[in-house]
């Protein structure tokens, strides 16, 4: 035996007593960093007369395990019985994986089954450890069988990482389906209302800058609405008029964007041939309705300097089919107004209009599930305006049942955000009876007001489709207030929820927020629970943007810090950087992967997903391409499909399309698989057009 091997199994060992005593911690801080050779045991006489081929040791083939002090308790079997005891020797790549000596690591004769202990530190000498290897041994005196198991020390706070720096000033963020990630904002150069509208493509496979930033004619899209028309192209109303003055800059314009892969590059497309809007929207929202249009909801016309009270309630939208927008003199119509809210007393929220209008500054808006009876064919909407949620009907023009007072001010200035929780679809394509809608933070005036506080709770809203009733559930406490932050769905089912800050209003804010935090819905005694995730190297506040990657990250860009005094000054900061954040299941293991899937799916369509491995959960999830900005993104939306494995290929998934098409609106989807564990280990995803 070697000196170093001896010297470290010795310090090993004392260390292991205490470790059993209850004193973990010290074995943690003194083991040394030695890495313990792995050799193979040879036999001492000659092999029995068996097929060691047919010889297996069954069980896992890795496993991933939280940095901790306990064990974890591993079986294994062998594929045969023998009629003599057989040993078993398990050796560790690392000291900081223990096998706990308590074990007595024998196969009785005729028995099939054993168990091992793993004690995982995780740590060596005050490094973390990100994996090794456990070796197992099977053996008598006259043969030895191997089986190495990997371990995977789950980073749980996940990581941020580099992702290079734009050109521009990232506001607005949309994952195309083709993988790049469409950044778009203005450029740095001369005072606010002077500033360049531009664009600029990120790889979400190298995740890097592809290219550089191209230049918008005559048109600023900074603080604009968008969303994914049904045929896939982005679809953009108002924003900035560059070169105007503030008092009457906001845009009229509306414009869609497609993006092709002809060529060594991706092949951008922005077209604004289509007529203007008959009013200016600066702020507005937009949602993609069941056939592919997209409705365009508020907005501020014309200018920011009344506190933006002056809110367009023209209806008009983009028809996908005709591929023009109608506007208001087709429709002839407002948004609805609802009763008056009777303030109660030592009430000093800020209520414009005592709360009457629909349409606001990017009211945070969700596509519900209607049935034949609803007269909405095309779905309703859950809008949330200020301090106020309400179900609106637009084919109809009509609000369903009593606004509710949502706590707080969840809207501009004091922008919260919002996820539409995933929608469980049956084999036999039908949806669920009820859906919920999760909104994060936001202010508790919404006035100007540099001290408040943001809101320190999530609530959770739920609608029941057959009754058409909208109420709030219940909360779930968030780890730090937060407004101004992004809220991303998750492949898994999670919520990662990114940037903002605690205190303050829009444009003056503070105690600006690094660290992630991770919900997860109906976890706990509860209605979900929100730990604490790794910080960024950036505070993004007011004008951050963020999407889910199809790799499973969440891409991160712009962010400004306020300004230095009104909108008519230069902010304090501009950030160009990306940042991407690596959820923990990255640190898991193997991931799944798609081997084939349709590149086109209709409603109530039955189909075939091909995996690489047995080992994925009966679940194909679609997730919507995300377009966001402001806290806002109305295309972010995910269902999970249960799946059945075929009889014959038990790899191959098959599935159907909800019937309703108000479950997943048409336009581009990322679709994955999990791996069947308790981890949830993502695919990568495969870009897919529902239509």
């Known amino acids: ?101 308590r074990n007595t690591f024998t196969i009785p004769a005729g028995a099939t089954i054993f168990e091992i202990s793993l004690a995982t530190l995780g740590i060596e000498r005050g490094r973390s450890i990100r994996g090794g290897s456990l070796r197992i041994l099977v053996s008598s005196n006259r043969f030895t069988q191997e089986k190495i198991v990997n371990i995977f020390v789950k980073q749980v706070r996940g990581e941020w990482k580099n992702g290079g720096n734009l050109e521009l000033v990232g506001t607005h963020i949309a994952m195309m389906p083709n993988g790049q990630v469409l950044f778009f904002g203005y450029n740095s150069k001369g005072k606010h209302y002077d500033k360049e509208g531009q664009y600029q493509l990120w790889s979400s496979e190298t995740r890097r800058p592809n290219g550089s930033s191209v230049k918008l004619l005559n048109w600023n899209p900074f603080c604009a609405g968008h969303s994914f028309l049904g045929d896939g192209r982005l679809f953009i109303a108002g924003g900035y008029k560059s070169g105007d003055p503030l008092r009457n800059s906001a845009a009229d314009k509306v414009r869609t964007v497609s993006i092709s892969n002809e060529g060594s590059r991706p092949t951008v497309r922005w077209d604004e041939s289509y007529e203007k809007m008959e009013d200016k929207r600066w702020y507005p929202t937009c949602i993609t309705l069941a056939n592919g249009n997209s409705l365009i909801i508020g907005g501020s016309a014309p200018s920011p300097f009344s506190d933006w009270t002056d809110t367009n309630e023209d209806i008009e939208f983009f028809d996908v089919r005709q591929n023009r927008l109608i506007q208001k003199r087709e429709t002839r119509q407002d948004y609805p107004r609802d009763e008056k809210f009777r303030r109660p007393s030592g009430d000093r929220r800020q209520i414009i209009e005592n709360g009457r209008r629909l349409a606001g500054l990017y009211s945070l808006t969700h596509l519900l599930p209607s049935t034949p009876e609803d007269n909405a064919p095309n779905g309703l909407l859950f809008v949330l305006t200020e301090m106020f949620a309400r179900v609106y009907n637009p084919n109809s023009n009509t609000i369903i049942g009593l606004k509710i007072d949502v706590g707080g001010f969840r809207t501009w200035w004091t922008q919260g955000s919002s996820v539409l929780l995933p929608l469980n679809i049956d084999i036999e394509g039908n949806g669920p009876s009820q859906v919920r809608i999760i909104v994060f933070g936001g202010g508790s005036t919404g006035t100007k007001d540099k001290n408040q506080n943001a809101i320190d709770s999530a609530s959770i809203f739920l609608y029941e489709i057959a009754t058409k009733s909208l109420r709030i559930e219940g909360t779930i406490p968030l780890r730090k207030p937060r407004f101004m932050g992004d809220s991303i769905l998750l492949p898994d089912g999670n919520i990662l929820l990114v940037g903002g800050a605690s205190k303050g209003y829009a444009n003056e804010n503070s105690e600006g927020i690094v660290s992630a935090e991770l919900i997860t819905p109906f976890a706990g005694s509860g209605l979900g629970t929100a730990r604490t995730l790794a910080s960024a190297s ?140 308790e981890h949830g280990v993502p695919s990568t995803a495969k870009f897919v057009q529902i239509s």
């Open 538 to 677: 950036i505070t993004r506040g007011y004008h951050a943007s963020a999407v889910l990657s199809p790799d499973g990250a969440v891409i991160v860009g712009g962010g400004t810090c306020g300004w230095k005094g009104g909108v008519t000054s230069e902010p304090t900061c501009e950030q160009f950087s990306v940042e991407v954040f690596e959820p923990p299941y990255f640190s898991c293991g193997s991931r799944p992967r798609i081997v084939s899937a349709p590149e086109r799916l209709t409603y109530g369509e039955s189909f075939e997903v091909e995996s690489q491995g047995t080992n994925i959960r009966e679940q194909i999830i679609l997730i919507r391409c995300g377009s966001r900005t402001h806290s806002l993104d109305t295309d972010q939306r995910m269902l999970r499909l249960q799946a059945r494995r075929r009889r014959d290929i038990p790899w191959i998934l098959q599935a159907r399309m909800p019937r309703n098409k108000t479950y997943a609106p048409p336009g581009p989807y990322m679709m994955f698989l999990l791996r069947d564990d």
């Open 1 to 101: 035996m070697s000196i170093k091997r001896r010297n470290a199994l010795i310090i090993l060992a004392s260390n292991l007593g205490y470790w059993i005593l209850g004193t973990q911690k010290s074995l943690a801080q003194s083991l040394p960093s030695v890495d313990l050779p792995l050799k193979p045991i040879k036999p001492t006489n000659p092999p029995i007369n068996i097929d060691l081929s047919l010889f297996q040791i069954k069980g896992i083939d890795f496993l991933c395990v939280e940095p901790s002090f306990s064990s974890t308790r591993l079986r294994f079997s062998i594929s045969r019985a023998f009629d003599i005891p057989l040993n078993v020797q398990i050796e560790t790549s690392s000291t900081a994986f223990v096998i706990n000596p």
